[in-house]
């Protein structure tokens, strides 16, 4: 760690944000598959470069590795010291040319790398690599810059940080130092990001593991290799690049399936549509036929206002004709001549059908006596032919069936009013010709 920084500062500045102990214990324990198998070969020592508060130096105590811890904050080295660690106040790359040729079975390295230049980060991984015996093991653990929000901001939180490292740099370090295998580990990602969720943009810019290690093994016969094959082969956390991908592919996803349903809404919308223009050129027909049966309805009542105003004049100029008539002084001198007129007409229709039933009984008689029938027709042929003409009409009409009165109720049902006028006025002309004769 930096010397610099006041050993106070740096502890406090820890225990705010780098989590409490149980949490980093609980990080750390993703390194047992790569640790545990270095114990298979007997008693394994390891040193612990920047050991800080001394949560690793207590799980490789767990886990049976007799572990030392180097680091120059003496803050941080006293919680260790507190607990009974083997722990020294001194440069860490100092403390590692210090450690004899393949002495070691594992040199870590948490949070380091990221506080000196790159090439004392080359320096330390050739001396790990001197110290550890064959098969031993580096663990070189740095905030992970693939985490766009950690390479961006969260990194410079700790002022003692020089430059981020990216996992592909870090990594290839360790392969040209001469390490015979390397597994980039990618760590503390949120767990739902492992699952099929819905992922957003803020996934894609923080979701990345925030840390990462680079993991790298020294040669060794292949049985001891053989180890952890299986510790090698798994993959770790997750990167960037696949995360971004699987942003894409799923914004593609929603981005067709939103395209689909809106080429669907907008089938339904022109089918609405032709439907809503048939219906409005029906409607526009209707309305055109309504209109014109208005102006039809208009045209008549004009007609029918015409007619009644004619007829209404007529029937004034009628009725005061009939007014004048009947205030002249001419209808009010003949009024006594009417009257014998009306008298002399009754008389005289009497008469003629008093005469008249004379002439039909005495016909008929005469009729009834064949002999004096053909005397009476000579003289009549003979002396008076229109009279004889006469006679006989009137035996013919007398020998008809008498016609049956009509009554006003017997006119056909299906008559107009005018049509039914007409008819009742005509059987009563009828009705009355045949009582004159």
Not at 15 to 32: C, H, K, N, P, V
Not at 234 to 255: H, S, W
Not at 388 to 393: I, T
Request: with cysteine; glycine share 6%.
């Amino acid at each position: 760690m930096n010397s610099a920084m006041h050993p106070s500062f740096y502890r406090a500045f820890e225990d705010r944000y780098r989590g409490s102990r149980e949490t980093i214990t609980g990080r750390l324990r993703a390194y047992q598959p790569f640790v545990a198998p270095l114990l298979d070969d007997g008693p394994a020592a390891a040193l612990d470069l920047g050991c800080g508060r001394g949560e690793w130096l207590e799980l490789l105590g767990e886990y049976g590795l007799a572990a030392r811890g180097i680091d120059l904050d003496d803050g941080m080295l006293a919680a260790c010291r507190e607990r009974g660690l083997q722990v020294e106040t001194q440069d860490a790359l100092a403390a590692l040319r210090a450690a004899p040729d393949n002495s070691l079975a594992l040199v870590s390295a948490f949070h380091l790398v990221e506080h000196i230049p790159f090439d004392m980060v080359r320096e330390l991984i050739a001396e790990a690599l001197r110290a550890l015996r064959p098969g031993g093991l580096l663990i070189l653990e740095t905030p992970n810059p693939e985490n766009l929000v950690v390479g961006a901001s969260s990194f410079y939180m700790d002022p003692s940080h020089l430059r981020p490292i990216p996992p592909l740099l870090l990594a290839f370090a360790a392969e040209h130092a001469g390490f015979a295998r390397h597994k980039i580990v990618r760590l503390q990602e949120e767990a739902q990001l492992h699952t099929d969720a819905r992922i957003g943009m803020i996934n894609v810019l923080e979701g990345p593991s925030p840390d990462y290690s680079v993991v790298a093994q020294k040669a060794a016969p292949d049985e001891e290799m053989a180890a952890l094959d299986a510790a090698f082969a798994t993959d770790y956390g997750i990167a960037l690049a696949p995360l971004a991908q699987r942003y894409d592919l799923q914004l593609a996803k929603e981005n067709g399936e939103l395209h689909r349903a809106l080429g669907r809404h907008a089938e339904r919308l022109a089918e609405q549509q032709v439907q809503t223009r048939a219906e409005h050129a029906d409607s526009a027909q209707r309305l055109q036929q309504l209109e014109q049966r208005l102006n039809e309805t208009q045209h008549h009542l004009h007609q029918a206002s015409l007619l009644l105003q004619q007829t209404t004049q007529k029937a004034d100029a009628m009725g005061r004709l009939a007014n004048e008539l009947l205030a002249s002084t001419s209808w009010r001198i003949t009024a006594p001549l009417r009257a014998a007129v009306t008298f002399a007409h009754r008389v005289r229709g009497w008469g003629k059908r008093k005469v008249r039933g004379a002439v039909l009984a005495g016909g008929r008689w005469v009729l009834r006596h064949p002999r004096i029938k053909r005397v009476l027709r000579a003289v009549l042929t003979a002396l008076a032919p229109r009279l004889q003409a006469r006679l006989m009409r009137s035996m013919l009409q007398a020998s008809a069936v008498t016609p049956v009165p009509l009554r006003q109720d017997d006119a056909p049902g299906q008559l107009s009013p005018r049509a039914t006028r007409a008819y009742h006025e005509l059987t009563r002309a009828a009705q009355q010709a045949a009582s004159k004769e």
